[in-house]
């Protein structure tokens, strides 16, 4: 067995999520790790929340994050304020126009 090199494990790519950071090999953003992660689910909880990640991929995830925390924070209010944004034209949308 060989030895991984954990700097292999999170990588970015222009064509893959805009470029934000993934787990290598598959499309999941160390954003949505964190999420969880904030959220109160442990490592080995993301695991089997996201079947096809290994308890070292979120590992890797999180130490990215720990890493830059305030670029990755900035990501995440930025994707909330979309969310806040779009939910309130939605509903603006669902109102009867006089």
Do not use: C, F
Not at 14 to 30: F, K, N, S, W, Y
């Amino acid at each position: 067995m060989s030895a991984i090199d954990i700097g292999t494990l999170i990588i970015q790519s222009p064509g893959i999520h805009d470029g934000r950071p993934i787990v290598a090999g598959t499309g999941v953003t160390v954003r949505r790790i964190v999420v969880w992660y904030k959220l109160g689910a442990t490592p080995e909880e993301i695991t089997e929340r996201i079947g096809h990640i290994s308890l070292a991929q979120v590992y890797a995830a999180l130490a990215y994050y720990h890493a830059n925390r305030e670029t990755v924070e900035t990501d995440i209010a930025a994707e909330e304020s979309a969310y806040q944004r779009l939910m309130h034209e939605y509903y603006a949308a669902l109102q009867p126009r006089p």
